[in-house]
């Protein structure tokens, strides 16, 4: 069984800068595209970010370019959102998932609150 647990979300302020990490096990995570999606309160979950298995894939929503960082190790199963200029806008539970073909498997969230 593919588990996902994210760390990292906390309350941070406008402008300032959150790194969320997503620990993979029951697989080896280098066979998964992984992304980081967020779901806001009253709103749909959306894709952030997303990396491809081998890494040198990467795509970004427009309202993260040039802010948000995704990357992955693949030798200690894990990947990365490096958030930088947050903003209010920015709040929301932030998720991991793991896809390959037709598997996909998430982690429980966790929460990014950016005071104003």
């Known amino acids: 069984q593919v588990q996902l647990v994210e760390f990292g979300g906390r309350l941070v302020q406008a402008g300032g800068s959150l790194r969320l990490s997503c620990v993979v096990s029951?697989?080896?995570?280098?066979?998964?595209?992984i992304g980081w999606y967020r779901q806001a309160p009253g709103n749909q979950r959306e894709l952030v970010a997303s990396i491809s298995a081998t890494g040198d894939i990467k795509h970004y929503a427009d309202f993260v370019k040039g802010r948000f960082t995704i990357s992955r190790d693949n030798a200690k199963n894990t990947a990365s959102l490096q958030m930088n200029n947050l903003n209010p806008e920015d709040t929301a539970v932030y998720y991991c998932?793991?896809?390959?073909?037709?598997?996909?498997?998430w982690g429980q969230g966790t929460r990014v609150t950016v005071s104003s």
């Open positions: 029951g697989s080896t995570v280098s066979i998964w595209d």
């Open positions: 998932n793991v896809r390959r073909q037709f598997d996909v498997y």
